[in-house]
C-alpha cells in the first residue's frame, strides 16, 4: 500500500459571528475596568462612597496575587517553563493569573510565544513599530502595543503556538473556566466586605476596588511591558528587536520590566540578572523552590550573560 504523504492541515477561519464576539469581549476587557475607575473616583472625590481600609487593603492584595499569577505563573511558568511546579501550585498560579482578567490562559500563552518568535518584525501582535505591516512611530505606536492591539487583533496562534496546554488537562481545565476566575476575582472582594460590614454598600465597594479597580491597574501594570519595555529603556543586550530594560516597569510588573534580559534568555526564571535588578516575581519562585514546591529553575550561567552581551541571543534551554 502506498504512504500518504502529511498534507498541511488546513484551519477553518473563524466565522464572523465569532470574530464579532471576540472584538466585544476585548472591548469589555478594556473599558468596564476604566469605567470602573471612573466611577469610584468620582464617588470617593464626591464623598458619597469612599472606601475604607480593608477595601483599600483588599485591592493591593489581590494586585499583588493576580499580578504574580501573571507574571510567575502565566508567563515565566505556563508560557517559557522557566521551572516546574507541583500541581497544586500550578493551578493557583492558574487562577490567579485568569483573575487578572487578561484573557485565557490558551490565548495568552500562544499570543506572548507569537511575539517572541516574531518581535517587533511582521506579525508580532503587539510591536510599538508595526501593526501588522503597517509602520508605527510616537504616540501611535505606544497605543497600538499597549491595548489598541487587542481592539482589532485575530489570531489563530493558539492553534500552533499553545499545543502543550491542549494536553495538559489541568492547564486546559484553567483556560476553559477562565470566566469564572473573572468573576470570582469580582465578586469574592465584594462578599467579603459586604459580609464584614453587613452592607450592600460596602459589597458594592469592595466588588469596586477589589475587583474593577484591581483589573484595571494590574491591566495598565502588564501592558506597559509591551509598550514602554520596548520603547524606553537601556539595552544591555543586543538581541533582534527593541527589548528594554526598564526599572521603573520592572517596579510596577515584580520584576517583568527587565525585558531586554528577558528577550535575550527566554527560558529563564530569573529576569533581574544584575544584583540591584529587583525581580519579586523570581524571589517568589525561589521561595517555592526552597520548600520543594518548585524545581529545575532555568538560569543563565555567568559566562552565558557575559557572552550574550556580545551576541545578538542566548537561550538557556527549551
Excluded at 517553563?81 to 490567579?96: Q, V, Y
Excluded at 476575582?185 to 459580609?195: S, Y
Amino acid at each position: 500500500m502506498k504512504a500518504v504523504r502529511d498534507q498541511p492541515v488546513w484551519v477553518e477561519p473563524k466565522a464572523p459571528s465569532s470574530l464579532q464576539i471576540e472584538g466585544r469581549i476585548a472591548k469589555a476587557t478594556i473599558f468596564v475596568p476604566a469605567i470602573g475607575v471612573a466611577v469610584a473616583v468620582a464617588a470617593a472625590i464626591s464623598g458619597f462612597a469612599r472606601p475604607t481600609l480593608l477595601e483599600l487593603i483588599m485591592t493591593a492584595a489581590l494586585c499583588l496575587v493576580t499580578q504574580l499569577g501573571v507574571t510567575v505563573g502565566f508567563h515565566r511558568l505556563f508560557t517559557h517553563h522557566s521551572f516546574e511546579a507541583a500541581r497544586g501550585i500550578r493551578l493557583a498560579l492558574g487562577i490567579a493569573g485568569s483573575m487578572s482578567a487578561q484573557g485565557p490562559l490558551l490565548f495568552w500563552v500562544s499570543e506572548h510565544r507569537e511575539h517572541h518568535q516574531k518581535s517587533d518584525s511582521t506579525g508580532d501582535p503587539h510591536s510599538p513599530y508595526l501593526d501588522g505591516e503597517a509602520p508605527l512611530t510616537g504616540l501611535r505606536g505606544f497605543w497600538h502595543a499597549h491595548v489598541g492591539w487587542m481592539l482589532d487583533h485575530a489570531s489563530s496562534a493558539w492553534q500552533t503556538s499553545a499545543r502543550d496546554i491542549f494536553s495538559d488537562g489541568l492547564s486546559l481545565r484553567i483556560s476553559r473556566l477562565y470566566p469564572l476566575w473573572v468573576a470570582a476575582g469580582v465578586l469574592l472582594p465584594g462578599l467579603i466586605a459586604g459580609v464584614w460590614y453587613r452592607s450592600w454598600k460596602h459589597a458594592a465597594l469592595g466588588a469596586l476596588w477589589g475587583g474593577l479597580v484591581r483589573i484595571f491597574l494590574v491591566h495598565h501594570a502588564t501592558w506597559s511591558v509591551n509598550s514602554i519595555g520596548h520603547m524606553i529603556g537601556r539595552r544591555t543586550f543586543a538581541t533582534p528587536d527593541q527589548s528594554r530594560n526598564n526599572g521603573f516597569v520592572a517596579l510596577i510588573t515584580y520584576g517583568e520590566g527587565w525585558h531586554n534580559n528577558h528577550h535575550a534568555f527566554p527560558s529563564s526564571a530569573r529576569h533581574g540578572l544584575e544584583r540591584w535588578q529587583w525581580d519579586v516575581s523570581y524571589a517568589l519562585i525561589r521561595l517555592l523552590a526552597a520548600i520543594g514546591l518548585a524545581r529545575n529553575l532555568k538560569l543563565p550561567s555567568p559566562g552565558q550573560i557575559a557572552g550574550g552581551k556580545r551576541s545578538r541571543r542566548v537561550d538557556v534551554g527549551s
